[in-house]
């Protein structure tokens, strides 16, 4: 579908109700990226994310796959598998977003972290580029990184909150990965349901209008928590689902889910089989797809996309 010429859905039109204090341009980013692909105007979406050089160095993201090293594969591959939106950091958006004008929504993800920095550092993520960027290059979004739980995530977020109101101002939605870590939160606790369901929550009062989060495990962190959530379902992935997807304004905003580390085609189709039950509104997949040979890839897309269809 050319999201340039798009007919906005029934379904669509309920979901941009909820982004009733967003101006015209941002609800017509939204729109652009629901209606994009081969789920558009269903309201799910999967994204195909790659930031994985920057975060984890060029190696350790693409040499399972050498043709991934060059940006163009990538905008391939999520036209290719039909996919909502790709997102990349300034670079890769620049060397391929000429050639691939107008083919799919782009996000360009505006901090970026790197696993070189000392592990004795609380886990901090530098801006890389600007909403100027964004607009320059056709974006539909930028998208932000914040770790709630780190030593510095106010002074973080006092920078960021700036980048989100520009967004808004010139009318580009925003998607903001928000991953629990750091001095305030245990290696368990990163993962767990009432810390991922907490984070969701941060990203949304911080005016997120997509929201990305890793699946939760059946694990509470906090002992007030415990405490709150005594009583509530949370032994399915489905339930914790759920209860992340109602901590996001009682679900008015959008909630995508990572596809994590690296898994078999069955785990993941079974984990993104319980996020659509649970009502996830879909998947945002980096290196579960880029990662294996394209066929390979564009074959699990499809059965993702599948799940998210019916």
């Not at 000392?118 to 100027?132: C, F, G, M, R, Y």
């Not at 909150?161 to 750091?182: D, F, P």
């Not at 962190?221 to 209860?243: N, P, V």
Request: some cysteine.
């Amino acid at each position: 579908m050319d999201f340039f010429c798009m007919k906005v859905t029934k379904k669509v039109k309920q979901i941009l109700d909820n982004y009733d204090s967003c101006n015209v341009g941002v609800k017509t980013n939204i729109a652009r990226i629901l209606m994009s692909g081969a789920l558009g105007g269903s309201g799910k979406m999967v994204i195909l994310p790659v930031d994985q050089g920057f975060e984890h160095g060029p190696e350790r993201s693409f040499s399972k796959n050498p043709d991934a090293y060059d940006p163009d594969y990538h905008f391939q591959l999520a036209i290719d598998a039909k996919l909502n939106a790709y997102a990349a950091p300034l670079g890769a958006v620049e060397a391929s977003a000429d050639k691939f004008a107008g083919s799919i929504p782009l996000i360009l993800k505006v901090n970026s972290s790197n696993s070189l920095t000392s592990k004795q550092s609380s886990p901090t993520q530098a801006i890389t580029a600007s909403v100027k960027d964004a607009l320059r290059l056709g974006c539909s979004a930028i998208g932000m990184t914040i770790y709630p739980g780190t030593n510095g995530f106010n002074d973080s977020v006092t920078d960021l909150k700036e980048m989100i109101y520009k967004a808004k101002k010139y009318g580009l939605a925003t998607v903001i990965w928000s991953y629990a870590r750091g001095e305030g939160v245990s290696k368990d606790g990163e993962t767990a349901i009432d810390v991922i369901s907490y984070s969701a929550h941060i990203a949304a009062l911080l005016g997120a209008d997509i929201i990305k989060v890793k699946p939760p495990v059946d694990f509470i962190e906090q002992s007030e928590a415990k405490k709150a959530m005594e009583g509530m379902k949370t032994s399915t992935l489905k339930d914790r689902i759920a209860i992340v997807k109602r901590s996001c304004f009682n679900g008015k905003r959008l909630v995508v889910f990572s596809g994590g580390a690296a898994k078999n085609d069955d785990e993941i189709l079974k984990e993104i089989s319980e996020i659509s039950q649970g009502g996830g509104d879909g998947s945002i997949i980096g290196r579960n797809a880029f990662q294996r040979k394209n066929e390979d890839a564009k074959d699990l897309l499809q059965k993702i996309i599948q799940i998210y269809k019916k």
